[in-house]
C-alpha cells in the first residue's frame, strides 16, 4: 500500500494525477490539499494541520465521510505538509503497511513553500519510507534508486546539503563514474536517459533526482 499526500501548491492537472491513484492509496490531505483530493475525486482517510485553508463546510464534508482530523495549533514549527508526512510516516512506514509516500501539489507558488517542501526530503526521519513529489510530468525523489521512464526523457541530479562524491549513473547519455557533484554546480542538470531504465547511485552525500518525462 501507498501513502498519497496532496499538499497544499499548485496542481495543474488534477485529472492526471488521479491516474496515479490505486483503490488501496491511503490519502492524506495536509489542509488545503483538500481541494486537491476532491478534485482529484478521492475522499482523504486523513485531513491534517492548522486547517486555516479548509473551509467548515469542507471539514464537515471530511469528517461525515469519517475522515480523521487531526488538528494543529497555527502558531507551530511544522508546515501542514511536514505534519502529514511525519504522521504517514509513524503510523504507516514501520509496521510495513506503507512502503512508498506519494505527495502531491508540493511544488509551485511561493518559493519559500517549494524550496522547503522539496528540502523536506532530505529530513533523515523521512528515510523509513522512499518519498516522492510529484507535479505532472515531473518527478523529485532521492538517489540511490532505479527508476523507469522511457529514451528521451530528461533527468537531472542536484546535489543536497554539500558536494556528493561517488555518484554513479547507468542509463543515462552522459555517465557519471563514481563522480562528484558540487554544491552549486550545473553538471548534473539535463541529462537523458538512453533506456527504459536508469540508475543513480552516490557513495557520499545526498543527491536529489528529477525524473521529467519527455523534454521541458
Same mark, same amino acid.
Given at each position: 500500500m501507498r501513502a498519497v499526500i496532496f499538499a497544499?501548491?499548485?496542481l495543474a492537472n488534477p485529472a492526471a494525477e488521479a491516474a496515479r491513484l490505486r483503490p488501496d492509496d491511503w490519502i492524506i490531505a495536509a489542509d488545503g490539499g483538500t481541494r486537491h483530493a476532491l478534485a482529484a475525486?478521492?475522499?482523504p482517510h486523513v485531513l491534517i494541520g492548522d486547517l486555516d485553508s479548509v473551509s467548515p463546510e469542507g471539514r464537515a464534508r471530511l469528517e461525515?465521510?469519517?475522515?480523521e482530523v487531526r488538528v494543529y495549533p497555527s502558531r507551530k514549527d511544522e508546515t501542514d505538509l511536514?505534519?502529514?508526512?511525519?504522521?504517514?510516516?509513524?503510523?504507516?512506514?514501520?509496521?510495513?503497511?506503507?512502503?512508498?509516500?506519494?505527495?502531491?501539489?508540493a511544488l509551485g507558488g511561493r518559493?519559500?513553500?517549494?524550496?522547503?517542501?522539496?528540502l523536506l526530503l532530505a529530513e533523515p526521519a523521512f528515510r523509513a519510507c522512499p518519498v516522492r513529489l510529484y507535479d505532472d510530468r515531473?518527478?523529485?525523489?532521492? !538517489?540511490?534508486? =532505479?527508476? &523507469?521512464?522511457?529514451? $528521451?526523457d530528461t533527468v537531472s541530479l542536484v546535489p543536497l546539503r554539500g558536494d556528493a562524491h561517488g555518484v554513479?549513473?547507468?542509463?543515462?547519455?552522459?555517465?557519471?563514474?563514481?563522480?562528484?557533484?558540487?554544491?552549486?554546480?550545473?553538471?548534473g542538470i539535463s541529462n537523458v536517459m538512453?533506456? !527504459?531504465?536508469? =540508475?543513480? &547511485?552516490?557513495?557520499? $552525500?545526498?543527491?536529489?533526482?528529477v525524473h521529467i518525462e519527455g523534454v521541458m
Open positions: 497544499n501548491g499548485l475525486g478521492v475522499t461525515s465521510a469519517g475522515a511536514e505534519l502529514a508526512l511525519r504522521h504517514a510516516v509513524a503510523r504507516a512506514c514501520p509496521a510495513g503497511d506503507v512502503d512508498e509516500i506519494l505527495v502531491l501539489g518559493w519559500d513553500q517549494t524550496l522547503a517542501n522539496v515531473q518527478s523529485l525523489f532521492l !538517489a540511490p534508486s =532505479t527508476f &523507469t521512464g522511457a529514451p $528521451g554513479t549513473t547507468h542509463g543515462l547519455e552522459y555517465p557519471l563514474a563514481n563522480g562528484t557533484l558540487r554544491l552549486g554546480s550545473t553538471l538512453t533506456a !527504459a531504465e536508469a =540508475t543513480v &547511485t552516490v557513495r557520499e $552525500g545526498l543527491v536529489l533526482i
